[in-house]
Each structure stands twice: as structure tokens, then as C-alpha cells.
């Protein structure tokens, strides 16, 4: 029997044991998400067990998945689908990334003060509830929050994303289980997408549907001693986005804060509109780049393609891994840097 390419090989070890042999595979990692996600088809392992106790992989297993022999994904089985006819007996296992408890899992908080607290230690403290490292990326604003409370019953991930957002920081996963807290960060490009050398389909929407001209956030603050009347009533904040007409966006703060941070939220906002303008979905054969290292959700590449009007550095939001019949591809959702807290700098590799 002709032995299987490493570069082409997926495993997953479920409960200390290996599983291989995949009928099909698809992994995303998500970086400006909560968690990835995976799905595997196979045959049955062994045997039908004889109780739910014995199955060889089952819902809340730990599983790290490997692709290419390389980390790809830590976290749980969140769901096993059995089907079967008479010729056919087929098993689907679903898991997603550690940081996926932090979706559907409450704030559980006494009083819920962290008054004085920077977004850091208010993600560490809600996070380490359910065994979930945080880990930064970048410059982040950490200036502490005066006022910050959460709500018994909040979701965690809700929590966390409120007070993000007045540091215009973005939340994010990694692969290996960790939440991000993603601040502005060089986009240096680690790799080359080039129509005709190795670029297999592509597709990009070039928009301005979401670009405004000025970006405000409006709201109000705990008054004290030292700000009061209409500087704690009547805050607001302007910054001037891309767009050539007189288009207004107006979003309203999550929480008390400083004038720092209504600033930051309208930061964020200019953030993702501004980066959400370009949007392409690339296709390439195989889960490896040029350097024999797995494409990754959270780096960025130079993308040269005419046909997409393309010819810069973007950012890849989702990194998504398939083996099928059809072969073996990665397809990577690129977006403009700034969508990913990323900011450009040229000096990396030129594509030729």
C-alpha cells in the first residue's frame, strides 16, 4: 500500500490515541473570532460499543488536531453524527477551539466590580473561569477602566467585548485554545499569493457600502468631582473615515468611560468599516506555504492578482483547511490589514 503524504495527512489524537484514515476533513481557524472549528468524516474506529461510556471518540473529549504533522487546532468534541444503510456506516466528529466556552458560558460575579482594571486583566479574570489563557498581540491600550462591572448571567464573550471596544482592541483566538486581545501591530507579509503560480480559484468583492465620511460616538459618564454638567453628560467623539460623501455613522458607547475611551470606540468602529472594504477569498492547493509552514489565520501575505485588482498586503481572517475527493486545498478570507489591527509595512517579500 503506497504510503500517505505527510503534507496531505490529518490526525487527530482524541484521549491520548491517534486517529487517522479521514474520509474528509475541514478545519477554519477563525482569528478575529472566539474559536475555531472543525469537522471530520470517517468510517467507524471499531466495532459499534456496547454503551455511549466505551465510544471511541465522543462529546467532551479533549482533541488536538494536526494537519501536515503541524498544530492546527486544541480544544473538544462538541458533537459525534452517526449514519449508516446497508453498505455504509459513516461517523462525523465535530469539535471547536478551548476559547469556544467563553461563547455560551455566563459571568458568574458577586458584584461583578473590577473598578481600575485594564481590558487585559478584565478578559484574564473572566477568562481563566473557564480554564481560557489570554494572550496579547500588539500595542493594546490598556489604560484602566474607572468604572467596570459585568452582570451576573452576561455571557463572557460579552462581557470582555464591551470593554474591548472602548480600547479599540480587537478579540481574537488562536489555534491552540488562547484568547486574543489584538492591538495595532505591524502586517508584515509572511507569504505570496500569486495569480498564476499558485493562487488555484479566487473571488473579492471590492465595497463602500460600509465607508463613512465621519464616524461618531456619543454617550455619557459617571460624574465625580473633577467632571461634571455636560463634560460627563454630553461626550462625544469624531473620527473621519474614507468616504467622499457626506455619509455619518453615530454609535453609542458601551460603558462609562473617560473621553479617552469614547475616542477608542469610534476607533473601532472606523476599524472595521474602513478594513471591511475589501474582501477576497483565495483558494490554494495543499495546507502548506512555500516554507513548508501550515497558511495561518492571523498572518498576512502579499497578494498580486490583476484579475482581483490586487496588488497589496492583506490580512487573513479565516484560514480554512479541506480534504475531500477533490483533493486537498486551503482557502484563505483575506481582508485589509486595519480589519485585523494590522498596519502595513512594505519592506517584507515582493512577489516576482
Known amino acids: 500500500m503506497a504510503r500517505q503524504d505527510i503534507s496531505e495527512t490529518a490526525t487527530l489524537i482524541v484521549q491520548g490515541k491517534e486517529f487517522k484514515d479521514f474520509t474528509s476533513i475541514s478545519l477554519s481557524q477563525r482569528y478575529a473570532e472566539f474559536n ?48 449508516y444503510d446497508a453498505r455504509n456506516h459513516g461517523v462525523k466528529i465535530v469539535g471547536v477551539g478551548k476559547s469556544w466556552d467563553l461563547t455560551n458560558c455566563s459571568v458568574f460575579e458577586q458584584g461583578g466590580a473590577m473598578d ?11 477568562a481563566s473561569e473557564v480554564g481560557v489563557t489570554v494572550r496579547t498581540v500588539g500595542n493594546v491600550d490598556n489604560t484602566p477602566f474607572e468604572n467596570a462591572h459585568v452582570q451576573p448571567a ?20 488562536s489555534p491552540n485554545g488562547e484568547l486574543l486581545i489584538i492591538g495595532a501591530h505591524p502586517a508584515n507579509p509572511s507569504g505570496a499569493l500569486i495569480e498564476g503560480q499558485n493562487i488555484l480559484r479566487a473571488n473579492c468583492v471590492i465595497r463602500d457600502e460600509n465607508t463613512y465620511k465621519k464616524i461618531y460616538a456619543i454617550g455619557q459618564r459617571h ?14 467623539a469624531m473620527v473621519t473615515g474614507s468616504a467622499t460623501r457626506e455619509r455619518k455613522l453615530v454609535v453609542m458607547h458601551d460603558i462609562s468611560d473617560s473621553d479617552h475611551g469614547i475616542k477608542q470606540r469610534a ?19 495543499g495546507w502548506l506555504k512555500a516554507d513548508g509552514k501550515l497558511w495561518k489565520a492571523g498572518e498576512y501575505y502579499r497578494v498580486k492578482s490583476p484579475m482581483l485588482l490586487l496588488d497589496d498586503v492583506l490580512g487573513c481572517k479565516v484560514a480554512s483547511f479541506d480534504q475531500g475527493p477533490a483533493g486537498t486545498t486551503t482557502t484563505l478570507e483575506m481582508v485589509l490589514p486595519d480589519h485585523l489591527g494590522g498596519k502595513p509595512d512594505m519592506r517584507g517579500p515582493t512577489p516576482t
Open 116 to 126: 481600575g482594571m485594564s481590558i487585559t486583566q478584565i478578559a484574564t479574570k473572566l
Open 154 to 173: 452576561e455571557m463572557i464573550s460579552s462581557a470582555i467585548e464591551r470593554y474591548a471596544r472602548h480600547r479599540c482592541a480587537i478579540l481574537g483566538s
Open 223 to 236: 460624574s465625580n468631582d473633577e467632571v461634571r454638567g455636560d463634560a460627563a453628560n454630553k461626550q462625544i
Open 36 to 83: 475555531p472549528v472543525f469537522a471530520f468524516d470517517c468510517t467507524e474506529f471499531m466495532p459499534a460499543p456496547a454503551t455511549a461510556a466505551k465510544l471511541a471518540i465522543k462529546p467532551g473529549d479533549v482533541v488536538q488536531a494536526y494537519l501536515a504533522g503541524q498544530p492546527a487546532l486544541s480544544g473538544y468534541v462538541v458533537e459525534r453524527h452517526v449514519g
Open 267 to 285: 476607533e473601532i468602529e472606523k476599524l472595521f468599516t474602513e478594513g471591511g472594504k475589501v474582501e477576497a477569498h483565495i483558494t490554494v492547493q
